[in-house]
């Protein structure tokens, strides 16, 4: 999408008021207004441009998106969105009862440059998509489980996942599973899951 300067359309600065971006458009609005230029394409494309920046200069709200984002100004919401969901992830607990068996993980189931500049090249896919939201959960394993690397089977979203969980995990260490977080938008690629591990105490295995 090419971008649009509204406030050269109207001829007037970034600073101008609203009082005057209002003359400039009721100037140019008569001087290209149809009914004045019965036959002139040109004149009547002119037109069209005119109303269009003056419908998002004289509104406050579209004025600031458009200042804020550009071209981009119409997704200003899903960016907004997006960037709470980049610093607020969903958290929770996960049991490995819960399991039917999670890194390494084995899937065995079924906006533009300046979006990249300001959530960084992760959070884009393409022209207009972006990441999803990134998810959070704590792992319950007894401290006899982690002795040796074993494999679990996660059930996420309801996608099966394969995980390898190496020998000697200690209590809240991280792991991400790429891609099992919340769906992109717009087309972006999914969220991460971001899984901690809980070590419970055992009264037989010492560490």
Do not use: C
């Not at 119409?74 to 969901?85: S, V, Y």
């Not at 884009?124 to 494999?151: C, E, I, M, W």
Request: net charge neutral; glycine share 12%; hydrophobic share 30%.
């Amino acid at each position: 999408m090419e971008f649009v300067d509204y406030y050269n359309i109207l001829g007037v600065a970034k600073t101008a008021t609203e009082e005057e971006i209002k003359k400039a458009y009721r100037k140019l609005a008569r001087k290209y207004h149809p009914d004045l230029n019965p036959n002139d394409k040109e004149a009547h494309k002119r037109f069209q441009q005119i109303n269009e920046a003056n419908e998002v200069l004289s509104d406050a709200e579209n004025r600031k998106k458009y200042d804020q984002y550009g071209k981009d100004w119409k997704h200003a919401d899903q960016f907004e969105q997006a960037r709470q969901q980049q610093s607020r992830g969903s958290y929770g607990n996960v049991n490995e009862s819960d399991f039917a068996g999670g890194f390494g993980a084995e899937g065995t189931g079924g906006f533009s440059d300046f979006f990249e500049s300001l959530f960084g090249g992760g959070g884009r896919s393409n022209r207009s998509g972006f990441k999803g939201q990134d998810y959070h959960a704590n792992l319950q394993l007894p401290l006899r489980d982690v002795a040796a690397t074993h494999q679990q089977t996660l059930t996420i979203n309801d996608k099966k996942v394969r995980i390898t969980i190496p020998a000697g995990v200690e209590d809240d260490q991280k792991i991400r599973l790429k891609g099992y977080g919340a769906p992109g938008v717009n087309g972006g690629p999914a969220g991460d899951l971001y899984i901690t591990f809980r070590i419970a105490d055992d009264p037989v295995f010492k560490r």
